[in-house]
């Protein structure tokens, strides 16, 4: 499972599909995300406006999940991906939005919970990318080219969630 479909989101959600993963859910807030969503390789899109409950996004997908990652890392993020692990789950958080995780420690460790931050990959990752993307196995995901001098406006959009996908800034 993912949350968060921006250009970070899309593209995890695009080498997951490439490694063969097929039962991609993705999350977000918006509603208007789910065709980008799909079309970079998930399963299924679950929108989720702020106050969305784990117990009735567990109920939606038929019980709790292996692996979430986080591409926003809010304190609300963080928490319904951390409430909708079953048992052995993992959380990778990679998102920079921020906030707190208060973790109730018993449940962390009885049910052999995993929570992880990530920023960034290594050499040989990025190679193995490059390979998926030279093998034509990656799914596109939405670019918006826009001059370099308008950069105040594309970290504005950045900021309120108006970007479809990444935003390349050329000279």
């Known amino acids: 499972m993912t949350i968060g479909t921006g250009g970070v989101g899309l593209t995890a959600i695009s080498v997951l599909h490439a490694l063969g993963h097929r039962s991609i859910i993705a999350l977000d807030r918006d509603p208007a995300r789910e065709a980008d969503a ?41 928490l319904l991906a951390f409430d909708i692990l079953g048992k052995g789950g993992r959380m990778v958080q990679v998102g920079l939005y921020g906030g707190e995780l208060p973790i109730p420690l018993p449940l962390l460790t009885g049910a052999s919970l995993t929570v992880q931050g990530s920023i960034t990959g290594t050499v040989e990752d990025l190679r193995d990318v490059v390979r998926l993307a030279e093998a034509g196995k990656l799914m596109p995901i939405p670019v918006s080219v826009s001059p370099m001098d308008s950069v105040n406006d594309a970290i504005r959009r950045l900021d309120a969630g108006e970007v479809r996908g990444r935003i390349v800034l050329a000279p």
């Open 38 to 78: 799909l079309a970079a390789g998930a399963q299924r899109f679950i929108a989720t406006p702020e106050g969305t409950e784990a117990a009735s996004l567990i109920e939606a997908i038929g019980g709790k999940v292996d692996n979430v990652l986080d591409f926003v890392n809010s304190s609300e993020t963080a």
